[in-house]
C-alpha cells in the first residue's frame, strides 16, 4: 500500500465550476500537508501548506485536513482555465523537507 | 522565479553508460533535492542535501549517488544508466528544512536505450 493515494482523473470541469481534489495517506506521523500546481512540462510550485488539521483559505483555493480520517482535501472556487494542471498533494512528518508526493490529479477546465 | 538551472534538459544514452545531472541555483539555500517523477509515482525522492558536502538518501537512491562540493551545486549521477532509470528529475530547494515550500527547476527529461 501506498503511503498517498491520490485519484489520477483525468478531470474534466467547466469554467465556473468548484473541484474538489483529494488524497488520503496511512502513515499517522504526518504533521504537514501541502498542495503543489504543476503546469505541463515545467517543475512543480507550492500552492497550499498546511499544519495539523484544519481549513486554510487562500482566494479561490481552500486546503483542508482531517487527521482522524487521514484525509486532505483541495478546493477550487470559480474554476478558470488557467488552473488546468496537474495537483500533487505532498505531506511529511517533518524534518529536512523529505516530501511524499501523491501521483497527482490532472484538471482540465473548458471554457 | 527560483534561480534554478537544471542541465541537461534533455538526455538520450545507452544502458550502461555513466550520466551526470547538474542542478545549479543561485539562491542561496541550504537544501537541496534530486526527485525522480514517473508516471502512477508521482515524484519521488532520490537523494538530498543539507549542506555541502552533507547528503543523505531518499526513498530511491539505488543507481544514484550525489555529491555537493558547493552550495550552489549539486550533481546527481547515474554510474552505469539502466532502462528502468528513464525519468524526467527534478531538482528542488528550499531555504529551510521543515516550512514543506521547494523550489522546484525545470527538468531533466532522461531516457535511457
Known amino acids: 500500500q501506498k503511503e498517498v493515494e491520490q485519484d489520477p482523473g483525468p478531470l474534466s470541469v467547466p469554467e465556473g465550476a468548484i473541484v474538489s481534489l483529494n488524497c488520503t495517506y496511512s502513515?499517522?506521523?504526518?504533521?504537514?500537508f501541502m498542495w503543489y500546481r504543476q503546469y505541463s512540462r515545467k517543475g512543480p510550485e507550492l500552492l497550499m501548506y498546511?499544519?495539523?488539521?484544519g481549513n486554510k483559505e487562500d482566494g479561490r483555493f481552500t486546503a483542508q485536513v482531517d487527521k482522524s480520517s487521514k484525509y486532505i482535501s483541495l478546493f477550487i472556487r470559480d474554476s478558470q482555465p488557467s488552473d488546468s494542471a496537474t495537483y500533487l498533494c505532498?505531506?511529511?512528518?517533518?524534518?529536512?523537507?523529505?516530501?511524499?508526493f501523491g501521483a497527482g490529479t490532472r484538471l482540465a477546465v473548458h471554457p | 522565479d527560483a534561480g534554478i538551472t537544471q542541465s541537461p534538459r534533455h538526455k538520450v544514452t545507452e544502458t550502461g553508460t555513466p550520466v551526470t545531472l547538474r542542478c545549479h541555483q543561485t539562491?542561496?539555500?541550504?537544501?537541496m533535492y534530486w526527485y525522480r517523477q514517473d508516471p502512477g509515482h508521482g515524484l519521488r525522492l532520490i537523494h538530498y542535501?543539507?549542506?555541502?558536502?552533507?547528503?543523505d538518501k531518499g526513498e530511491v537512491s539505488d543507481g544514484y549517488s550525489v555529491s555537493r562540493s558547493k552550495t550552489e551545486d549539486f550533481l546527481l549521477t547515474l554510474e552505469s544508466a539502466t532502462s528502468s532509470q528513464t525519468s524526467v528529475y527534478f531538482c528542488?530547494?528550499?531555504?529551510?528544512?521543515?516550512?514543506?515550500?521547494?523550489?522546484f527547476g525545470e527538468g531533466s527529461r532522461l531516457t535511457v536505450l
Open positions: 528542488a530547494i528550499s531555504r529551510d528544512r521543515e516550512s514543506g515550500e521547494l523550489f
Open positions: 502513515n499517522s506521523a504526518f504533521q504537514y
Open positions: 498546511t499544519y495539523s488539521s
Open positions: 505532498a505531506l511529511t512528518a517533518g524534518g529536512y523537507n523529505k516530501l511524499i
Open positions: 539562491e542561496n539555500h541550504r537544501y
Open positions: 542535501s543539507y549542506g555541502v558536502k552533507d547528503t
